[in-house]
């Protein structure tokens, strides 16, 4: 993409950062960073059959990972209720074993 110059419309500072990385041999590499949005909308805006295949493979990853988003969240949901469920019922547990103990200790013994 940058050898064709579709990213140079983009503006630099703001499509990629460069970061320093230090690999298991001790050496550093400076590594370039593209902003996700600037390679989604260079890739939707080529005609090519690596643009295409790009795309393609864009949705399929993106639809991947929202679905996955969906059911994880949907997990979430369930244990949050069982839960708030399982919560309410030592509360109420709880609120009847404070109203024996203050009957008991409220009550004379002689």
């Known amino acids: ?3 064709y110059g579709y990213i ?5 500072t703001s499509v990629c950062s460069i970061l320093e990385h230090t690999a298991g041999d001790g ?7 593209y902003n996700l949005d ?9 005609n090519s059959i690596n643009a295409t295949l790009f795309r393609q493979w864009a949705t399929h ?4 990972y929202l679905l996955k988003g969906y059911a994880i969240n949907q997990k979430i949901e ?13 509360d ?19």
């Not at 600037?38 to 080529?46: D, E, M, N, T």
């Not at 990853?61 to 991947?64: E, N, S």
């Not at 369930?78 to 030592?90: A, C, D, N």
């Open 38 to 46: 600037a390679i989604l909308s260079v890739g939707y805006r080529v």
């Open 61 to 64: 990853t993106l639809k991947d």
């Open 78 to 90: 369930r244990v949050e209720k069982q839960v708030e469920t399982f919560s309410l019922e030592t």
């Open 92 to 110: 109420r547990r709880l609120t009847e074993t404070e109203k024996k103990i203050d009957f008991f200790v409220k009550t004379p013994l002689f």
């Open 8 to 12: 140079q419309t983009f503006g630099q």
């Open 27 to 33: 050496k550093k590499y400076q590594t370039k960073y």
């Open 1 to 3: 993409m940058l050898k």
